[in-house]
Structures are given as C-alpha cells and as structure tokens.
C-alpha cells in the first residue's frame, strides 16, 4: 500500500476515534449531570450510548486492520446516527436543551462525526477498489 495513503486513512481512523471520544464524554457528562439534578447539554444523555460508543471503538481498529466490510459497517452505523442527531436537532422542540449554544455545540461535534465516518467509508472503499484492481 502506498505510504501517504494509509497515513490518510491514519488521519481518518483517528478522527473517528476521537469523535467517538466525544459522544462518550457529552454522554457521560450529561448522566453526571442529570444526577446532580442539572439539565444535560443535549435531550438524550445515556450510559448504553457511551458503552457502546466505547465497544464500537475497538471493533473499528480491528476492521481497519484486519476487515474491511466490518470497518465500513461500523462507519456506516456510526454516520447514520450522527446523521439522527443532526437531524434531531433541527426538528425536535429546542426547549429539549439548556440553550441554543449547546444545541449547536451538539450539531457541531455530529457534523463532526459525519464528515470523518463520510471520509473514512469512500477512502477505504476506493483504496479497496484501488487494491483490488490492480491485482
């Protein structure tokens, strides 16, 4: 594989994982929070969502390394519900946050989320592609 390409997909894996990273903590910040009897930053605050975040996270450096089809099934997972986020967020009732910064700060990390999971998904499949036809 050519160097410069597997160290932009380096680039992609990492900004996966740290956006995973974020979703675990805006989860867990907004538990702690709930349990200090103070409003969570965003309408949805779950342990379940941080734990499975933190579950995903491994299983994408395994299908980096070792299996495509499960690196592309976990990026698409993870896209579609950035994707439900953002979406969540220009439909649901906006009294659901504290206030609209952190509404927007919410929109903002899934965007995030969006663009790196979009990225990750084309440059495996066409480096995939890529690998494949030239054999």
Do not use: E
């Not at 597997?6 to 994982?17: H, V």
């Not at 220009?90 to 659901?96: E, G, H, I, R, W």
């Amino acid at each position: 594989m050519n160097n410069s390409r597997f160290t932009r997909q380096k680039y992609i894996l990492q900004a996966q994982l740290f956006y995973f990273a974020l979703v675990i903590f805006w989860n867990i910040a907004g538990v702690v929070l709930i349990a200090n009897d103070m409003r969570a930053p965003g309408p949805t605050a779950s342990l379940l969502a941080a734990g499975i975040m933190a579950l995903l996270a491994p299983l994408l450096i395994y299908g980096w390394r070792q299996r495509t089809w499960l690196y592309v099934v976990i990026s698409g997972l993870s896209f579609t519900g950035a994707m439900a986020a953002v979406y969540q967020a220009f439909s649901a009732n906006p009294d659901l946050w504290p206030s609209d910064f952190w509404r927007y700060c919410g929109v903002s990390l899934n965007i995030f989320g969006i663009l790196a999971h979009s990225f990750a998904i084309f440059a495996k499949l066409l480096v995939r592609g890529a690998h494949l036809k030239g054999q």
